[in-house]
């Protein structure tokens, strides 16, 4: 089983930064894919991005296209969000998952098997 740690979120302001962390332990070999989602309060968990281990391979949502970067260090183990020029309606709730699964609809939460505790980002105005 894969274990899941997120880290990096924090409260910034508007036009800011920030870089997301998720630390795989355990069988990471049985996640393919990385990818990481969002909830805001009172809305569903909305697809943000996601990467394939061994080709770096990566999708992004429309509304994080151009402004977040998805990578991954895999000495590390380690799959980062680099998020640049934050807005308000980017706070939420960020997860990072891990799916088993070919590449492929990788915006489907259905696709994921494993899941961190999620990190918060508050964007303020």
């Known amino acids: 089983q894969v274990q899941l740690v997120e880290s990096g979120g924090g409260l910034v302001q508007a036009g800011d930064s920030l870089r997301l962390s998720c630390a795989a332990s355990?069988?990471?070999?049985?996640?393919?894919?990385m990818g990481w989602f969002r909830q805001a309060p009172g809305k569903g968990r909305e697809f943000v991005s996601a990467?394939?281990?061994?080709?770096?391979?990566?999708t992004y949502a429309d509304s994080v296209q151009g402004r977040f970067t998805i990578s991954r260090d895999n000495a590390k183990n380690t799959v980062y969000l680099q998020m640049n020029s934050l807005k308000p309606e980017d706070t939420a709730i960020y997860y990072c998952?891990?799916?088993?699964?070919?590449?492929?609809?990788?915006?489907?939460?259905?696709?994921?098997?494993?899941w961190g505790q999620g990190t918060q980002v508050t964007v303020s105005s």
């Open positions: 998952a891990g799916s088993p699964y070919g590449w492929g609809r990788m915006s489907d939460s259905q696709k994921y098997d494993t």
């Open positions: 355990g069988r990471t070999f049985s996640s393919s894919t």
């Open positions: 990467i394939r281990w061994s080709s770096g391979m990566t």
